[in-house]
C-alpha cells in the first residue's frame, strides 16, 4: 500500500512580505500537535517538512505549482475517491485544515475533532 503525504512547513521561517518576523504556519501546526498526541495512528503517513519558500518542487511533482498551500495532504492512489477535495492529473489531494483533520480520522484512525 502506498501513503498518503502530509505537507507541513518547517517552523520557525521568515517571509519577504513580513519582514524581520520568526514565523510558523499556525495551521501546521495544528497538524503538528495532533500527530504528536497520537504518534502510533501517524505511522502509516508520509510526513514532509518543507521550507517556506516557493517554488515547493516536492508538492508541485505531485499536485501542480498552484496548489502549494500548506498543509496539505496528497493522498496515495489507493485513498476512496470520496475522500479528495480537489484533484490535480488524476491526484487526489485534501487542502483545507479541517478536511485533512477529517481525512486522519477517516482513513488513518486518529481521534474525531471535538466540534
Not at 35 to 52: C, H, K, M, Q, T
Not at 88 to 111: E, K, T
Request: aromatic share 6%; charged share 20%.
Amino acid at each position: 500500500m502506498q501513503r498518503d503525504i502530509l505537507f507541513l512547513l518547517k517552523p520557525g521561517f521568515t517571509d519577504p512580505a513580513l519582514p524581520g518576523q520568526d514565523l510558523y504556519c499556525w495551521h501546521c501546526a495544528l497538524m503538528e500537535g495532533v500527530l504528536a498526541s497520537f504518534p502510533r495512528l501517524g505511522e502509516n503517513l508520509d510526513v514532509r517538512r518543507i521550507a517556506f519558500p516557493r517554488p515547493r518542487a516536492d508538492v508541485i511533482a505531485l499536485i501542480g505549482e498552484a496548489n502549494q498551500s500548506l498543509p496539505v495532504l496528497v493522498l496515495a492512489e489507493d485513498a476512496p475517491a470520496g475522500l479528495a477535495t480537489a484533484t490535480h492529473a488524476g491526484r487526489g489531494f485534501v487542502n483545507d485544515p479541517m478536511a485533512i483533520l477529517d481525512v486522519l480520522h477517516q482513513r488513518h484512525g486518529f481521534p474525531l475533532r471535538h466540534p
